[in-house]
Every structure is written in structure tokens, then in C-alpha cells.
């Protein structure tokens, strides 16, 4: 894992504490959003507008609906925050 997104890991692992109460150790690139994190649709949309205003990457939310696991969000906003 590149150090960006260390970093990244790091401050959604905060959001996800903040916003579903999770402990921000458990946020792990190889866990699910849903399965093993328990987050309902809403929390996940409230933990992608919050990343959103982190990191300036605008998540429509077809793209939202394609991300699974925290290292999906990852590489979107990654992939996404890349210059042209």
C-alpha cells in the first residue's frame, strides 16, 4: 500500500469512527463496508460525503454503489484524485 494511501486509510478510518461508531482500527483495506463493518447504505453515503469534503473527490453515486470494500473507496479516490 502506497504511503497516499496510508494516509487516506487513516482519515476514512476516522470518518468511519466518527460517523458509524466503529473503531477506526477495524477499518481495514480488505473489509466490507456492509459485511463486516456493518454499515447501513446511509452510513456508507454520509461516509462518502464526508471523504468527499476530506479530499475533494466527488463519489456520484453510481460509483458509490460499485464499492464493496474499504480498499475499493481507496483505490476510487486514488484513481479519481490523479491528475489528467
Do not use: C, Y
Not at 502506497?2 to 494516509?7: A, C, L, P
Not at 479530499?55 to 458509490?64: A, F, K, R
Amino acid at each position: 500500500m502506497s504511503t497516499k494511501q496510508q494516509e487516506m486509510l487513516s482519515t476514512l478510518a476516522g470518518i468511519v469512527e466518527r460517523v458509524a461508531g466503529v473503531p477506526a482500527e477495524r477499518v481495514q483495506p480488505d473489509k466490507s463496508f456492509t459485511d463486516d463493518l456493518a454499515l447501513d447504505s446511509l452510513a456508507v453515503v454520509e461516509v462518502a460525503f464526508s471523504m468527499q469534503e476530506e479530499t475533494g473527490v466527488e463519489i456520484p453515486e453510481e460509483d458509490l454503489a460499485r464499492i464493496r470494500t474499504v480498499q475499493d473507496f481507496l483505490d476510487f479516490v486514488e484513481l479519481s484524485a490523479e491528475p489528467n
